[in-house]
């Protein structure tokens, strides 16, 4: 025997006033995490390419130092080629004297959709005393 109304008993609140305020606020704070992470991992990734042009770029220019007596098409071709094993681009090359000076480009995607280039300069050759 029920006695009181619609399964409602004394001193039990109904459940009408509770309007889900704390999921809003939860899912807010799990979307913040979110885009902080987002936004982490993508100044991680610019960062790796910055690296991983300067890296391509130092390596270029000392295989093209190696092989600057050769000229220039010789010594910017080495240096081409060890700075896109390197996962690099050579955009410029030029010999000064016995020096190289090279430009390498890497491009990366921080963000699906967004593609941008990390660039680095490098130059080697004969130590001078």
Do not use: H, K, Y
Not at 53 to 75: I, N, T, Y
Not at 97 to 119: S, Y
Request: charged residues 15%; hydrophobic residues 50%.
């Amino acid at each position: 025997m029920n006695e009181w109304p619609r399964g409602e008993r004394p001193g039990i609140e109904p459940s009408g006033g509770e309007r889900g305020g704390a999921t809003v606020l939860l899912l807010a704070v799990g979307l913040v995490f979110v885009l902080v992470g987002t936004f982490g991992a993508a100044v991680a990734v610019a960062t790796m390419a910055a690296q991983r042009a300067a890296v391509a770029a130092d390596l270029g220019a000392l295989a093209g130092a190696a092989r600057a007596l050769d000229g220039d098409a010789v010594a910017c071709a080495a240096a081409g080629d060890i700075a896109g094993r390197n996962g690099g681009r050579l955009v410029g090359c030029r010999l000064d004297g016995l020096d190289v000076l090279v430009i390498v480009e890497v491009v990366f995607t921080p963000l699906p959709g967004l593609t941008r280039v990390a660039a680095s300069t490098a130059r080697a050759g004969p130590v001078r005393g």
